[in-house]
């Protein structure tokens, strides 16, 4: 979607981080943003901020509540209308060895980091479909390309959502719709969910890669990974080492096998 100027955009997890920073860059876009977030505050101090640059609307909402999502977004259909623009961006992380998780651990980071993407994008795809226009963006993340040890759980919820949202856009490619489906892929992010990271390839900053992420829907890329060289030399070294040659490249030239001894995580 080259403009997203007179658009409808909605942001899950658009209260704090990334979608927060996506939701400002909208507005100045002209389009019209509707934020869904867990955190009523959160979300009352973000349109406090943003109304100034246009029209930005919030609802409370767990996106891991089936039957919450259902309501609201028949409330959002009621109120705005077709929501052209989706970015699903709600996500959660915890950072432990797997025998570690809680069963609630489990059922919760699959329930929003993958099962909500899908619900939310159900409740909005029929209307694009029917108007022949409209844009997706799923924020999967490099973890859904590269194993790590403390992020099974998330590893596999991100892995899930890379393998859905690509098959989705080529579903709609199918089927001649002019639905766009764009899969982020991005490295540690520092806004606070991955607190306590070291890292020996630069953790991204926030605010250019809202604005990458921007530019990457209205350029209609397909799967984008930030920094751009993780996919393809992720998937060049998987093809050309063995599984222990890829594991002792990871860990001993980038390091990222021990990115999270160290973790915390955001602070509540």
């Excluded at 639905?179 to 630069?202: A, E, K």
Aim: with cysteine.
């Amino acid at each position: 979607m080259k403009n997203f100027e007179g658009k409808t955009a909605l942001i899950t997890g658009g209260a704090s981080g990334i979608g927060k920073l996506m939701a400002g860059i909208l507005l100045v876009q002209k389009a019209r943003v509707i934020i869904w977030d867990l955190n009523q505050e959160g979300i009352d101090e973000t349109i406090g901020e943003l109304s100034a640059r246009g029209s930005i609307t919030g609802y409370r909402v767990d996106v891991a509540n089936v039957e919450q999502v259902k309501e609201t977004a028949q409330k959002v259909k009621q109120e705005h209308g077709v929501v052209d623009v989706l970015i699903n961006n709600a996500g959660i992380v915890v950072g432990k060895y797997f025998h570690e998780h809680t069963t609630n651990d489990i059922l919760k980071t699959m329930e929003v980091n993958t099962h909500a993407p899908m619900l939310v994008t159900r409740e909005f795809l029929g209307d694009m479909m029917k108007q022949n226009s409209g844009h997706i963006c799923n924020i999967a993340s490099s973890a859904g390309i590269v194993s790590n040890p403390k992020m099974a759980v998330y590893a596999a919820s991100k892995w899930a959502v890379t393998g859905w949202s690509d098959s989705l856009r080529l579903e709609m490619k199918q089927l001649k719709k002019n639905v766009g489906v764009t899969t982020i892929m991005p490295y540690y992010i520092n806004t606070g969910m991955f607190d306590g990271v070291q890292s020996r390839i630069p953790i991204l900053k926030p605010e250019p890669t809202a604005h990458r992420i921007i530019k990457a829907m209205r350029k209609g890329k397909k799967m984008v990974t930030f920094p751009r060289y993780i996919y393809p030399l992720t998937r060049i070294s998987q093809g050309l080492f063995s599984t222990n040659g890829f594991d002792w490249l990871a860990s001993n030239v980038f390091g990222i096998y021990t990115t999270m001894e160290h973790f915390k995580g955001r602070k509540s």
